[in-house]
């Protein structure tokens, strides 16, 4: 099992087995070993309603990338309601070659209990037992998160429920090595047809504590619109110290007028020779036809 040192991504906050804030909906996430809990933010505050069939997506950067993981689980714990059932659905993420994507469908009962009336308390009411979704090892869920990054929608059936709480717990082996890149540019944001660039963040973090120094092997190409790739920069060395991070800001890539336009990708890698072991990341962006 690794001792884990959290340093959040483009945020100067490092702390250590502890809770850190997390981008997108990920409230605080808490680490231990090989197991990161996630509190789940749906964008409204607790108690969060949830509507007969009203449909939920949550999309999730738990700010590590994993080996392998053996376990996915989703928990809620209900406030009140009555509703008869709650649901879960994902579908597996593309792959390179592209395959058909997969989903899951997984319903779970809302169990109610009651206590026995007492003269203190003539009419209990309703006890709701806790609600637990889990994808085990080769299921759509631990694929979808492999990378760190996930999505997948809640919602329940026949009634409405209050809920106190969502998390997220991820049990798998995290990569000692990790790379995260992420577009500095507004929403919906596209490099016009006479070209232009694309600012961006990148973080590399070495968790390996087997390892005092490392030295890590970086390079990055661009995927066209055909799949065609563009080399960005060649292989170069990233020395670390165990729980050291590089940190890469206001980075750019600048795109000519001549590239096609379409959907492009921006791919980094990095790579340990001492172990073989690879891993990449990617972001997005559009260049315009006019």
Not at 263 to 290: H, Q
């Amino acid at each position: 099992m690794k001792e884990l040192t959290i340093k959040k991504f483009l945020q100067n906050t490092v702390l250590k087995n502890f809770v850190c804030g997390m981008t997108l909906i990920c409230a605080s996430t808490s680490v231990q070993a090989d197991t990161i809990s996630t509190k789940i933010d749906l964008g409204a505050p607790f108690p969060f309603r949830m509507e007969d069939g009203v449909k939920h997506e949550v999309d999730l950067d738990i700010g590590y990338k994993f080996d392998s993981i053996e376990k996915v689980c989703i928990n809620a714990e209900p406030k009140n309601g009555d509703a008869t059932t709650a649901f879960l659905e994902a579908r597996g993420e593309p792959v390179d070659p592209p395959l058909l994507s997969v989903g899951i469908y997984s319903i779970v009962p809302i169990v109610y209990s009651v206590d026995a009336p007492t003269p203190e308390n003539p009419n209990p009411s309703p006890q709701i037992g806790s609600i637990i979704f889990c994808d085990s090892t080769n299921g759509v869920l631990p694929k979808n998160f492999l990378d760190g990054e996930g999505k997948f929608t809640l919602g329940v059936s026949g009634g409405y429920m209050e809920f106190w709480d969502f998390e997220l717990v991820v049990e798998g082996d995290v990569s000692d090595t990790q790379l995260a890149i992420l577009l500095d540019e507004p929403a919906q944001f596209s490099v016009p047809s006479y070209g232009g660039r694309v600012n961006y963040d990148a973080s590399i973090r070495n968790l390996d504590s087997t390892q005092s120094l490392v030295t890590l092997k970086q390079w990055s190409v661009l995927k066209f619109p055909n799949g065609d790739d563009y080399p960005i920069h060649k292989s170069r060395d990233i020395v670390l110290n165990y729980a050291e991070a590089k940190d890469f800001t206001r980075t750019y890539l600048n795109i000519p007028a001549w590239f096609e336009a379409g959907d492009y990708e921006l791919i980094w890698y990095v790579t340990d020779p001492s172990t073989g072991t690879r891993v990449k990341d990617s972001l997005y962006f559009t260049k315009s036809a006019d």
